[in-house]
């Protein structure tokens, strides 16, 4: 025993020298010789959705860390591997994903959103691997019903996104029974991108609020990409000013310049933007500007007194970080936390199947709710006792939620620019 010990102190003396052999002979047995696990990202790191990616990667890198200094898990260690989406287009998420399958010891993939109508889960389970996502879940949803079973690899983190077509007229509603707001004329001007994430919300808000007795008094959809100018469709939102202004466009500068170009001459409407909002990107777009904006999120952190769970890891990620998280940044932190969880219940990274499903049996609170995963769907369940559809309005560059009651911290006021 004496021979061998000090046969392998030479060699790794040799090999490392002698500060690193210090520090190697001190560490326990299973973090000095812990296999690297790779944990795959597809983020966007250039285009217009870079300041998402941006999260993406440092909340995969926040849970790492963690793991790696706390010995692992499952007696692995890990890093992460990143491949760009750029623009989200389908020859970009490809050749990101292909990239990724290659690569020796990529054992599980994680992302915000890759692509927009998540064709790549077909291309996870053509290749077993386990891929956990935050992105469109109607997408999500739609190819996995098809056949649940085949699809064991492939979880949603973000729950359905029925409430981003649904919950809005409700929620205005009950403002205005509340009397915080008035509605003189149940009119309503829709203006979207045309991308399957914000085209299919529209669209599903436009049946709801004409099903509800409204009227639609613009119904505008300009392609998708970088917008340099929506004078043309605030003229006409102008012409028969609404109780509501509706822009489901999602891209932070996109939706900042809508803002900034709507207050230059500003009807007496309720402005609800959809998602972007949340980017601590658009607030520094807009600055005051954002003052009284409504937005909602399905899975964005619940960052009130009411979930503690959101509050501990959002002030987590601002001291770790500097900044304050978007969706992106605590969401991907909780989806590799869930990785590590199914890996310590299987044992071994490259039992891919039996890593997918127990991903699918986690229940957990997360910092957008209590998760547990629909079988059907593989999508997280979306209510007020999982994840819920949160309302927030941006009041001097702080955001407020406001419903629903049991997770709220303040209460809607109304805009500046519709003050008397």
Not at 241 to 255: A, R
Request: negative net charge.
């Amino acid at each position: 025993m004496r021979n061998w010990t000090g046969s392998l102190r030479a060699a790794i003396k040799g090999a490392i020298g002698l500060g690193a052999l210090a520090a190697a002979l001190t560490l326990p047995l299973t973090a000095a010789y812990a296999e690297t696990v790779k944990i795959g990202v597809l983020a966007p790191l250039t285009g217009p959705s870079a300041s998402d990616g941006e999260e993406f990667v440092r909340g995969v890198k926040w849970a790492i860390d963690e793991a790696n200094e706390n010995g692992g898990v499952a007696g692995y260690t890990f890093e992460t591997v990143v491949a760009d989406v750029k623009d989200h287009s389908a020859a970009n998420v490809s050749s990101a994903v292909e990239r990724l399958l290659g690569t020796d010891g990529v054992e599980v993939i994680l992302t915000g959103y890759a692509s927009l109508s998540m064709f790549e889960v077909e291309m996870m389970a053509e290749a077993g691997m386990p891929y956990i996502a935050a992105g469109p879940s109607p997408s999500f949803a739609a190819i996995v019903a098809q056949a649940p079973e085949d699809y064991w690899c492939c979880w949603s983190y973000t729950a359905s996104f029925k409430g981003y077509e649904t919950d809005v007229l409700p929620a205005i509603e009950s403002l205005a029974a509340d009397g915080k707001i008035s509605i003189d004329n149940k009119k309503v001007a829709i203006i979207s991108s045309d991308n399957p994430y914000s085209k299919t919300i529209s669209e599903g808000m436009k049946t709801v609020f004409t099903d509800g007795g409204w009227t639609i008094t613009v119904d505008e959809l300009v392609p998708f990409g970088e917008v340099s100018d929506w004078r043309a469709s605030l003229a006409k939102v102008r012409q028969d000013p609404p109780d509501l202004v509706i822009n489901t466009d999602y891209l932070p500068g996109n939706s900042a310049l809508f803002l900034n170009q709507f207050l230059e001459q500003p009807t007496d409407s309720v402005v609800f933007l959809q998602y972007a909002p949340s980017v601590p990107e658009f607030v520094k777009l807009t600055g005051d500007k954002s003052t009284g904006v409504l937005y909602n999120l399905i899975g964005g952190p619940l960052d009130t007194p009411g979930w503690p769970r959101g509050q501990e890891l959002m002030r987590a990620y601002k001291d770790k970080y500097g900044m304050t998280s978007g969706a992106y940044g605590v969401g991907l932190y909780e989806m590799t936390n869930m990785y590590f969880k199914a890996l310590e219940e299987v044992g071994d990274p490259k039992d891919h199947e039996a890593i997918g499903k127990a991903i699918g049996r986690i229940e957990t609170d997360s910092v957008a709710g209590p998760i547990a995963f629909d079988p059907a769907t593989h999508v997280a369940l979306q209510s007020d006792d999982h994840v819920p559809v949160s309302f927030w309005q941006i009041w001097d560059g702080e955001r407020v939620l406001i419903k629903p009651d049991k997770y709220a911290n303040g209460e809607f006021r109304l805009p500046p620019w519709m003050e008397q």
